[in-house]
């Protein structure tokens, strides 16, 4: 496929992706009010993730690992491919308790629910900011152009 063509997907995906990311947080952020709510939240978080991040995130890697041009791999740009690759990997990794956490809350095991809240959050701690970084040198490649 074209270059060109590739890239807009690929950023048309992360942007995507990071508007997910963003209410996904935004949610994470009200599970505490109740136990009820803390249950909706672990019900929604997995319908987010199966319905819209999977395939968000499944696009991005796609896309960028047909991008990659061996020849330039090194500085800024293999950053970025890293911390690409590493957000993805902690997406990938946080879809377990993600899904853990809403068995536990069909069987309205709320310790259980809890500790996959933590797991979730353990892993968004280093995937987000590995997204961000990605999303810099990214934006740091575009205005090398
Ligand atoms: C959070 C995840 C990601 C973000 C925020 C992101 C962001 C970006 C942005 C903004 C660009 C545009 C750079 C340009 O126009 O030159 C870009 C390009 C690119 N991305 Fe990603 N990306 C992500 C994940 C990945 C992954 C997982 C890979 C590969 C495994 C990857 C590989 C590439 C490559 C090879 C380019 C082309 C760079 C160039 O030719 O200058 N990206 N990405």
Redesign the pocket.
């Known amino acids: 496929m074209h270059f060109e063509l590739l ?1 807009q997907l ?2 048309f995906a ?1 942007a995507f ?2 508007g997910i990311v963003a209410v996904e947080y935004l949610l994470e952020r009200t599970r505490a009010q109740s136990r009820n709510q803390g249950f909706t939240v672990a019900r929604l978080h997995r319908q987010i993730d199966l319905l819209f991040e999977m395939p968000a995130f499944a696009v ?2 796609v896309t ?2 047909l ?3 061996p020849t ?1 791999f090194d500085g800024i ?1 293999a950053l ?2 890293v ?3 590493s ?2 990997l902690g997406n990938m990794l946080c879809l377990i308790p993600v899904l853990k956490r809403r068995t536990a809350a069909e069987k309205d095991n709320l310790p259980d629910v809890i500790r996959q809240s933590r797991q979730i959050d353990i892993i968004s701690v280093t995937a987000i900011p ?2 961000l970084v ?2 810099a040198c ?2 740091y ?2 205005v ?2």
């Open positions: 890239l690929h950023l992360v992706w990071l991005v890697l960028g690992l991008l990659i041009e330039r740009y970025k491919v911390a690409g690759g957000a993805v590995a997204g990605a999303l990214g934006v490649l575009m090398l152009r």
